[in-house]
């Protein structure tokens, strides 16, 4: 019973504690609580944003742009916004803004509820008072102290003070994009009028941009993204009966018209928002707003004046001759993947072309600047650039007969037979003058046999991400049927100008705080995506000048006199956008020129875009290191690779004769007499070539293809016609003998009678060759080498010394080897050894 007693005793304490100490804590809280001020709302006008982000050049020393260098706020009172605006931001930021307290219970049980499961601080559905505090009263780190305080003064604020003023406070405080703060600032910077004479649609979209003002932007690439919450504003306006139907349905279809963005104290705005919204998304808006970053990017500054100017000057040009208004251009250094050009329009600040659209970065169809990643997945496996191809009327479509006509049941729209640029066909051509000349019709064969899926995958790998669904485009995708931009295709045209090696693009060299901490530093992270003897050879086509002058003619804009340049052109249909992509080992440079509403120009590919590009790559390459494309391996063995594979499209079955006996070749005919004899028999490339496995052997049915006989009949009518303009060549036209002009037994014979191993030779006393031979044919030539390293070649007469102590790798016992050539190619070789004193 006593020990009952204590223990009733010992819980009463421990009760008796708690409740004092919750009383404590209690006061404690409250009298914090009561210490927390209302600030004086009149100084909201002088308020300073401070630490603001600065972005500059990749030398750290030219600042493009001060974030909040020129912030524009016009504070107005509640009855000169007009009800339309008030009434939208209600809807949508807080519908029970006029009943609540300053905060919603709601809220804050779900933002209880989010840390409880998810873990950390629950967000969201904050009423437009917390929104004023949490913009202007509070530090944007988040904490559940702030978080406390935030709701603490907004129930203050909104017992102090009237709904209206509340509502004017947050509407001369939010942010609509830039340094846009306030509904009278963004009145005036996107319609050009006042916040009170807002129509209803222009308050929707107003109303729309505080949640999100980057991404949300007017001048950005998620307009779509804006017109879905203008019209969620609108929808919400009308379930709270702040509008008739009426007035719905005519501000849903309004066609609202923004004014151009005019930003002053900036250098090369285009790549300044670029690099901000990749901050925004990176670090969040407010820690690029208030953090004090410093951004040193990727930017050369030189390059990008002459790159605004010259992209002015062209498409000031297009304009008058072609009517193309405007024009793009990207600059990357395919060795590091760093931006260090881009220019998004021809004036930024031009109104009349929506100067301020970035066309660097958006989705334009890029036309026949797509087919290097179709002739590179061709290449990888097997083709050769001179492999032919014929260029004739075809049809693709296989719901249509070979001439193009649908067949019964199906749709004649359905038919695709593609045309090349100038509406002719040339018959046979290899793929190196296709590519060059832009021959579409070879493109479209050429993508079918290398594969839809892996021609998609090299693009993809090479930087084209925005192509993800090939059913969505077909074969058409070759000749420009998808949208890329123009950033995504300097960047993939890179790989080719680094050898098949991938460095990703960016715009950022380093990123650091206010206090200097670097939290950001370009670290190069290279890929091989494809391979380097197939990059070199799309280099080696690209930069071949004498393979493009039947389309371009001689000393085109595309050339670059004394310079290793490769380039491609594009052009869509109804010449709506042009293209001109090149590249040296240095830099790749890649121009769009058009105008933004996709209305045709006059012409397309290098005659606009092409002056643009070839003014900017010569001024680049005035500063950059002359290098030159490395050569690549073309050496096919034609005893392994198929002979369609090769250039041979007369046919596939071939023999080897020796030029000289006019006899079948033999493993002892030396190259220089060997020639290669195709029997004549003339199909498609498909009769010849499985494309599921290029290099294998030749189909067993290739009519089991859907495309052969869209192929082989164009081929068949076209051979039937042209065939006599060629030598045939058959079966009887091969040899029955082999080569007996080049045996062992007709080998010269041939020994070295000086230097020889029974004299010991001074280092510098010059050593006299001597040799004896004898043979049926007379030798011709002789090469000699000492220590497997070459020497010099003696012809007839035969005359060749050398001194010792001159060769590099002298040594007390040498070798000496001399090969010989008779003249009708046959070789032979001697070796020997011979000693020099030391």
Known sequence: ??????????????????????????????????????????????????????????????????????????????????????????????????????????????????????????????????????????????????????????????????????????????????????????????????????????????????????????????????????????????????????????????????????????????????????????????????????????????????????????????????????????????????????????????????????????????????????????????????????????????????????????????????????????????????LAQSINLIAVKLFYLAGLPDSLKTAEDMGINSLKDINQYGLTLVIGGGEVSLLDMTSAYSVFANNGIRNPYTGILKVEDSNGKILEEFRQNPQEVLQKNTALTISDVLSDEKARIPTFGAHSALLIPGKDVAVKTGTTNNNKDAWTIGYSPTITVGVWAGNNENTPMKKGGAAVAGPIWNKFINEALKILPDEKFEKPDLEVDPKTVKPILRGFWQGNENFFIDTISEKLATENTPKETIVEKVLTNVHSILYWVNKKYILGEVPINPQGDSQFDHWETPIQDWWAQNSVNYQIISINDKPTTTDNIHTNATKPIISILEPNSSTNYLPNRKINLKISSSGIYQLIKIDVFVNDIYLGTTDVPFSFSFTPSTLENLQINNEIKVVVYDSVYNKSEAITTFQVQQ
């Open 1 to 434: 019973m006593r020990k009952i007693v204590r223990n009733n005793q010992f819980w009463k304490n421990i009760i008796l504690f708690l409740v004092s100490l919750f009383i404590l804590l209690f006061g404690i809280i409250l009298l914090w609580l009561s210490s927390l001020r209302i600030p004086d709302f009149h100084s909201f006008n002088d308020r300073v944003v401070t630490n603001s982000t600065k972005i500059y050049d990749r030398t750290g020393k030219i600042l493009l742009y001060d974030i909040h260098k020129d912030v524009k706020r016009t504070d107005i009172s509640s009855e000169m916004m007009g009800i339309n605006i008030k009434n939208a931001t209600v809807a949508i930021e807080d519908s029970e803004f006029y009943t609540h307290g300053g905060i919603r219970i709601t809220s804050i049980v779900r933002a209880f509820l989010s840390n409880l499961f998810h873990v950390g601080i629950g967000g969201g559905g904050s009423t437009i008072t917390q929104q004023l505090v949490k913009n202007t009263l509070l530090t944007q780190k988040v904490s559940y102290v702030r978080k406390i305080k935030e709701w603490v003064l907004a129930i203050k604020i909104d017992n102090s003070m009237p709904k209206e003023k509340i509502l004017e406070y947050y509407l001369n405080e939010a942010p609509y994009g830039g340094t846009i703060y306030g509904i009278e600032e963004a009145s005036k910077t996107y319609f050009d009028k006042n916040a009170i004479d807002l129509t209803l649609a222009e308050a929707a979209y107003l109303a729309a941009i505080p949640q999100s003002p980057t991404t949300l932007s007017p001048y950005g690439k998620n307009k779509d993204k804006l017109e879905t919450r203008k019209n969620l504003v609108l929808s919400r306006m009308l379930e709270l009966k702040f509008i008739t139907k009426e007035e719905y349905d005519k501000a849903k279809s309004e066609i609202v018209t923004f004014i151009p963005q005019a930003t002053g104290g900036i250098r090369a705005p285009h790549f300044v928002f670029f690099i901000k919204d990749y901050l925004e998304k990176k670090y969040g808006k407010d820690a690029v707003e208030t953090n004090g970053l410093k951004v040193t990017t990727t930017l050369d500054y030189d390059l990008q004046a002459k790159g605004e100017q010259i992209v002015k000057d062209g498409a000031l040009v297009n304009e008058k001759a072609w009517e193309g208004k405007n024009a793009s251009l990207v600059a990357i250094d395919p060795k590091t993947g760093q931006i260090l050009t881009m220019v998004g329009s021809r004036d930024y600040f031009d109104k009349e072309i929506d100067g301020n659209f970035n066309v660097a970065t958006a989705m334009r169809q890029p036309g026949s600047s797509f087919k290097p990643f179709i002739y590179a997945t061709a290449f990888n496996k097997g083709f050769t650039p001179d492999t032919v191809l014929f260029d004739l009327p075809t049809e693709f479509q296989t719901t249509c007969d070979a001439k193009g006509v649908a067949l019964p049941g199906h749709n004649q729209e359905d038919c695709y037979m593609p045309n090349n640029y100038d509406g002719n066909f040339r018959g046979p051509i290899t793929l190196r003058n296709a």
